[in-house]
């Protein structure tokens, strides 16, 4: 089954860069940057990466994104990530990035938009993948904060393909976004957001309903509401699923009760994504042998779930038609 998932050509659509941050490279940028970081190796990092829920992780991802500076530093991030998803046969990308995260400890918007912009174009001639760049708003931060960034974002707005929504999600619904989204629809992007990973069915209509958005994130906790399900199924909108990610925040318990399988049963179009790889175990292509270990999915769903990852992508139909 490993060899049959490792040919299946993929296109992962929920990636975050900062999540994507090795231990290693963590190390080797922080001795560049002459940043202290509070572990001694990279085996003690990996043994700290121990989570009860979202945010328990989210303070660890936030601090170990502070060692990035130098556009340098974004490039070889971005690199490196596109080096290993070519290895997983991995085909196309739409990765986020958090720019409040990098701009608020005074890191210019454009250093991190230019070192990420250049490893996404050289990758696409090195490793053939095709990529997006989705700018994604920190939703603890206040709407005027997200405003301020898409502000910054202007200049580029040509290199972006969305605009996304992460970070601590219960106690900050997508409508309080709902402006800043309306404006990046009328800028020309297309809009996502993590919605129902942890907060309650309710978050994810109002992304709907209120932030009007091409795709879910997580959107697990959907299947709580049959008419929600409905709702997704009938608009043809697809999920960005992330197993070990699920398994890791403690979303599932247990991979065996993974609802991904489930998902596509009930007709949702469901694809298989890592979130934050670095921290949650495994890449692509690990999150669809993790599923395949642990579920009743036959060879015609996985393939499924690889044709969705394309579907479900902002390519154009001709781009699409290329891939599947
Ligand atoms: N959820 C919310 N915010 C995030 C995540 C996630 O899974 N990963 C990185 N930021
Ligand atoms: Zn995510």
Redesign the pocket.
């Known amino acids: 089954m490993d060899q049959f998932i490792a040919k299946l050509p993929k296109a992962e659509l929920h990636l975050?860069l900062?999540?994507s941050f090795e231990p290693e490279l963590m190390f080797a940028i922080a001795r560049r940057n002459k940043v202290e970081i509070p572990y001694r190796s990279a085996e003690e990092v990996r043994a700290a990466y121990r989570f009860a829920n979202?945010q328990d992780?989210?303070d660890i991802?936030y601090a170990g994104a502070s060692v990035l500076l130098a556009e340098e530093d974004f490039f070889d991030l971005t690199r490196a990530y596109l080096k290993r998803a070519a290895a997983d046969n991995v085909r196309h990308v739409e990765v986020?990035f958090?720019p409040q995260t990098h701009t608020d400890r005074g890191v210019p918007f454009k250093t991190v938009a230019d070192g990420i912009w250049r490893a996404l174009c050289e990758g696409e001639k090195e490793f053939g993948i095709t990529a997006k760049l989705i700018l994604s708003f920190l939703r603890h931060l206040p709407e005027e904060s997200a405003f301020a960034t898409l502000k910054q974002a202007e200049p580029y707005l040509d290199r972006f393909a969305a605009v996304g929504l992460?970070?601590?999600?219960v106690g900050h619904p997508p409508a309080k976004f709902a402006r800043v989204f309306a404006a990046a629809r009328e800028a020309g992007l297309k809009l996502v957001a993590?919605a129902g990973?942890e907060g309650p069915p309710e978050y994810v209509w109002e992304a709907l309903d209120v932030l009007k958005i091409d795709r879910i994130d997580?959107g697990n906790r959907s299947l709580e509401d049959p008419r929600l399900v409905e709702r997704i199924v009938k608009d043809g909108l697809t999920l960005t699923v992330?197993p070990l990610?699920n398994l890791k925040?403690c979303v599932v318990k247990d991979l065996k009760q993974h609802p991904i399988k489930r998902m596509l049963d009930l007709g949702l179009r469901a694809t298989v994504n890592s979130?934050?790889p670095a921290f949650f175990g495994g890449y692509v292509g690990a999150n669809f042998e993790a599923i395949a270990a642990a579920l009743p999915l036959t060879r015609e769903d996985l393939r499924t779930l690889a044709a969705n990852s394309f579907a479900g992508s902002f390519l154009s139909d001709a781009e699409k038609s290329a891939h599947i």
């Open positions: 975050h900062e999540g979202l992780f989210l991802y986020f958090d992460d970070s601590s999600e993590h990973e997580h992330c990610s925040l979130d934050d």
